[in-house]
């Protein structure tokens, strides 16, 4: 099994800023994208941002030039900088992993229980 452990939600004003954190343990070999999804109210989850393992990285157009996702591979993290923060980015933001057990093994996708980022106007 593999759990995903988040931390760094808060309540934060427009325009402030919050650093998200994603730490994986358990049976992992490789993870091969790791990211951040948000879950409005009302709303469907939507992607944030992935980092894959050779680097490259995927934002949505809402965070573009606001957010940064970088990756700690040796330690199995994802660290999500939040700049100029927005109301309409208030969400719950979920961690994914998309992890391999064993060398040339399937692919599993794992979620973390999310962390609530609130931003008041």
């Known amino acids: 099994q593999v759990q995903l452990v988040e931390s760094g939600g808060g309540l934060v004003q427009a325009g402030g800023s919050l650093r998200l954190s994603c730490a994986a343990s358990?049976?992992?070999?490789?993870?091969?994208?790791m990211g951040w999804y948000r879950q409005a109210p009302g709303k469907e989850r939507e992607l944030v941002a992935t980092?894959?393992?050779?680097?490259?990285?995927k934002y949505a157009d809402s965070v573009k030039g606001r957010f940064t996702i970088s990756r700690d591979s040796g330690k199995h993290t994802v660290h999500l900088q939040m700049n100029s923060l927005r109301p309409e980015d208030t969400a719950v933001y979920y961690c994914?992993?998309?992890?391999?057990?064993?060398?040339?093994?399937?692919?599993?996708?794992?979620w973390g229980q999310g962390t609530q980022v609130t931003v008041s106007s």
């Open positions: 358990g049976s992992i070999f490789s993870i091969n994208v």
């Open positions: 994914n992993a998309v992890v391999t057990k064993v060398m040339g093994g399937p692919e599993y996708r794992y």
């Open positions: 980092a894959t393992s050779d680097g490259s990285t």
